[in-house]
T-cell receptor, first 112, second 117 residues
Framework: GQQLNQSPQSMFIQEGEDVSMNCTSS?????WLWYKQDPGEGPVLLIA?????ELTSNGRLTAQFGITRKDSFLNISASIPSDVGIYFC????????????FGKGTRLHILP | EAGVVQSPRYKIIEKKQPVAFWCNPI?????LYWYLQNLGQGPELLIR????????DSQLPKDRFSAERLKGVDSTLKIQPAELGDSAVYLC???????????????FGPGTRLTVL
């Protein structure tokens, strides 16, 4: 079945640093989504991308939909403590009975 | 606006026992999803409802799992009997699905963490 490879699995950074994570797939997706999950909570949608090549920002977050439609990346600029959490990419094909496929997540840690 | 409500938040049972989870979606959301999230993994869809109809239950292990959404609002997910491997977080999400797009924003509840001993 469809699988998403998300990297890195975890990151340890200093507060104020920029962060970059990506997601790749062997399958084409028509939509890429980025979610953040805090401990004990459900995922929350950060950014949705609907067109190949699209670059979208949400505050300090920027995400891009790869031209091949098989990848996407998320950047976080000037990280702050509340950025700690697990970031999931997800892809969807937009068919009538499609489903969202989630990656395994990137766990972001911020060192004091 | 209240978010997706799930209960219980935590459940510990012994294997072979039954267990049920309850979800109340956001008011007005016609689509409801149940996801399974294993430790260190992303959520995996178990079943999707549009109103009362289960439109995608292809990933639901039907030998032991069942779900219902009788009046198109609240939903319950049941496991009977539970096995050790069922220990996971069960997430409920809802969305106001338009035009067949699964990417209408899904709002997740906090999940129920199940531990099977």
């Amino acid at each position: 079945g469809q699988q998403l490879n998300q990297s890195p699995q975890s990151m340890f950074i200093q507060e104020g640093e920029d962060v970059s994570m990506n997601c790749t797939s062997s399958s084409i997706f028509n939509t890429w989504l980025w979610y953040k999950q805090d401990p004990g909570e459900g995922p929350v949608l950060l950014i949705a991308l609907y067109k190949a090549g699209e670059l979208t920002s949400n505050g300090r977050l920027t995400a891009q939909f790869g031209i091949t439609r098989k990848d996407s990346f998320l950047n976080i600029s000037a990280s702050i403590p509340s950025d700690v959490g697990i970031y999931f990419c997800a892809g969807a094909t937009m068919n009538r009975d499609d489903k969202i496929i989630f990656g395994k997540g990137t766990r972001l840690h911020i060192l004091p | 606006e209240a978010g997706v409500v799930q209960s219980p938040r935590y459940k510990i049972i012994e294997k072979k026992q039954p267990v049920a989870f309850w979800c109340n979606p956001i008011s007005g959301h016609n689509t409801l999803y149940w996801y399974l999230q294993n430790l260190g993994q992303g959520p995996e869809l178990l079943i999707r409802y549009e109103n009362e109809e289960a439109v995608d239950d292809s990933q639901l292990p039907k030998d032991r799992f069942s779900a219902e959404r009788l009046k198109g609002v609240d939903s319950t997910l049941k496991i009977q009997p539970a096995e050790l491997g069922d220990s996971a977080v069960y997430l409920c999400a809802s969305s106001r699905r338009r035009g067949g797009r699964s990417t209408d924003t899904q709002y997740f509840g906090p999940g129920t963490r199940l531990t099977v001993l």
